[in-house]
Structure formats: structure tokens, C-alpha cells
Nanobody, 129 residues
């Protein structure tokens, strides 16, 4: 079973920055079975549905972002470490929520949740005004 573990969440003032990490772990066979997986980040604000934030292809050559975070957030990955990241700059109170990382069995995935096969438990990000 593949497990995804997020870290890096916390409380920050508006205009500040945070960097989230997501590490994939499990039995060697399980992580190997992921293959060339795309990786993504989603978030869920209080009282709202979970929404897409960003995605990155296996090669790292293709990224996509929600309009609300373009120019402020950057997704990246280190395949040797089975880890991907979300650098969040110029944070706003509207960015508050639980951030989930996700992995797709496809090498390229878009914004739809159904494209992702594995999910982390989430990490809380709170942006104070």
C-alpha cells in the first residue's frame, strides 16, 4: 500500500510563505507500482468542497495551476526522493484550508480528482490577516 505523508503546514501571516512536502512511501513493490506518476495538490477550505491547486507531470516538464494561485505557488518534485513540493508565496487568508497531496497512476494528470489514485491525510494551512 502506498502512503502519502504531507508536512510543512502551519500558521502564517498574510503575505508570508510556506513550503509543503509530500513523501510517498510503502513497500518497494508498492512504490514501484506507482510507476511514472503525476503528482498534485488539492485543498479544502472550511465549509467548501475540495479544489484543485496544482499538478506536475512525472518528468516535471508540465505543470498546471488553479487560477487563484498562479504566480504565487510553485509545484516541484524530486523523483529520487519520491517527494513533491508546493512552495506558497504571498499567502492570503483565502488560502486557508487543509492541503492534500495526491498521486496519479498516469504520468500526466489534470485537475480532476478522479485522475488521482492515492491521497495523503492532509496538512492544515492557516493564513492570518
Amino acid at each position: 500500500q502506498v502512503q502519502l505523508v504531507e508536512s510543512g503546514g502551519g500558521l502564517v501571516q498574510a503575505g508570508g510563505s510556506l513550503k509543503l512536502s509530500c513523501a510517498a512511501s510503502g513497500r518497494t513493490f508498492s512504490t514501484y507500482a506507482l510507476g511514472t506518476y503525476a503528482a498534485g495538490w488539492f485543498r479544502q477550505a472550511p465549509g467548501k468542497e475540495r479544489e484543485f491547486v496544482a499538478t506536475i507531470s512525472w518528468s516535471g516538464g508540465r505543470t498546471s495551476y488553479a487560477d487563484s494561485v498562479k504566480g504565487r505557488f510553485t509545484i516541484s518534485r524530486d523523483n529520487a526522493k519520491s517527494t513533491w513540493y508546493l512552495q506558497m508565496n504571498n499567502l492570503k487568508p483565502d488560502d486557508t484550508g487543509v492541503y492534500y497531496c495526491a498521486a496519479s497512476m498516469k504520468s500526466i494528470a489534470d485537475s480532476a480528482e478522479y485522475e488521482y489514485n492515492y491521497w495523503g491525510q492532509g496538512t492544515q494551512v492557516t493564513v492570518a490577516s
